[in-house]
T-cell receptor
Framework: SQKIEQNSEALNIQEGKTATLTCNYT??????LQWYRQDPGRGPVFLLL?????KEKRKERLKVTFDTTLKQSLFHITASQPADSATYLC????????????FGTGTRLTIIP | DSGVTQTPKHLITATGQRVTLRCSPR?????VYWYQQSLDQGLQFLIQ???????AKGNILERFSAQQFPDLHSELNLSSLELGDSALYFC????????????FGNGTRLTVT
């Protein structure tokens, strides 16, 4: 069956360091992958999208990589700040219409001052 | 602010009852999605509508139904409620062209007692 796994439930990183979150998938051939941020009691907020034919995408302090051979995406936050503390979700879709966009269970990131 | 409005924010009801959750999508978005988020399951896709038509279905129970109206707002109806239906229910909307991101509301927290 199709599965999306995010490396750990929780990750603690010292302020100023780079936080790296992992999203692995099996039995999927995703057309693209998205990353979202979710704060407690709020809806997820879109951060970045990377297509199957792209290796890397950047936005300010965020970087996403997508390796369709390893079936893995890495999400990096450089120069991390306490305000980056949140749960980060990866999501995959098989088609380009967002149909049945499927989310991983998320990684709760805490940046320690 | 995502522009997606969900009402009510909180709902407490008894087992066996029926409730209706309402969602107004972001202006201009034709596609509406419903997701259920519980502590042990993460974000589970329920159903998607595009311009009034059902587009994709996920793990939505037969006791649950949804519709999208001509003004594009959507309602999720949950009936014969069980304790296990207690969760956060999120609505999201998108333009639905070429990998457009989802814009989530802040959810309705349903508690079944």
């Amino acid at each position: 069956s199709q599965k999306i796994e995010q490396n750990s439930e929780a990750l603690n990183i010292q302020e100023g360091k780079t936080a790296t979150l992992t999203c692995n998938y099996t039995n999927y051939s995703p057309a693209y992958l998205q990353w979202y941020r979710q704060d407690p009691g709020r809806g997820p907020v879109f951060l970045l999208l990377i297509r199957e034919n792209e290796k890397e995408k950047r936005k300010e302090r965020l970087k996403v990589t997508f390796d369709t051979t390893l079936k893995q995406s890495l999400f990096h936050i450089t120069a991390s700040q306490p305000a980056d503390s949140a749960t980060y979700l990866c999501a995959l879709a098989r088609t380009y219409g967002n149909e049945k966009l499927t989310f991983g269970t998320g990684t709760r990131l805490t940046i320690i001052p | 602010d995502s522009g997606v409005t969900q009402t009510p924010k909180h709902l407490i009801t008894a087992t066996g009852q029926r409730v209706t959750l309402r969602c107004s999508p972001r202006s201009g978005d034709l596609s509406v999605y419903w997701y259920q988020q519980s502590l042990d399951q993460g974000l589970q896709f329920l159903i998607q509508y595009y311009n009034g038509e059902e587009r994709a279905k996920g793990n939505i129970l037969e006791r649950f139904s949804a519709q999208q109206f001509p003004d594009l707002h959507s309602e999720l109806n949950l009936s014969s409620l069980e304790l296990g239906d207690s969760a956060l229910y999120f609505c999201a909307s998108s333009v639905m062209v070429d990998n457009s991101p989802l814009h989530f509301g802040n959810g309705t927290r349903l508690t079944v007692t």
